[in-house]
């Protein structure tokens, strides 16, 4: 598959992440000052969604158990979380926020 249009990137102001779907995938998109960056948005520890956590830099936060992953790369870089995250690739056009999941 190609790369889907999937948000403003005003809509995600920098610092900050959201929650979307995109086709079967529950995506995080996140807005760093060094780019923005999609992960799968389930924790690879207990399968809760990292959108709801915290972001600080490029290290997402998770809100169940406080795991850690570099946006990245999806590496896993805090105990409880080992397995690293799905990443994707990210395009910005025109304003526009693509990502591609396949
Ligand atoms: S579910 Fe994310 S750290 Fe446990």
């Known amino acids: 598959m190609a790369m889907e249009k999937i948000a403003k990137l005003e809509d ?3 610092g900050t992440m959201q929650h979307v779907e995109v086709g079967l995938e529950d995506v995080a998109i ?3 000052s060094d780019g923005v960056y999609a992960t799968s948005d ?3 520890h ?11 830099g490029c ?7 406080g ?6 790369t999806g590496a896993a870089v805090a105990f409880p979380c080992v397995i ?19």
């Open 12 to 14: 995600i102001p920098e």
């Open 30 to 32: 996140y807005h760093t």
């Open 42 to 44: 389930v924790c690879t």
């Open 46 to 56: 207990a399968s809760e969604q990292l959108s709801r956590g915290r972001l600080d």
């Open 59 to 65: 290290i997402v936060a998770c809100p169940k158990h």
């Open 67 to 72: 795991g850690k992953f570099d946006v990245r």
């Open 84 to 102: 690293p995250l799905q990443t994707f690739p990210v395009e910005i056009r025109d304003g526009m926020v693509y990502v591609d999941v396949d």
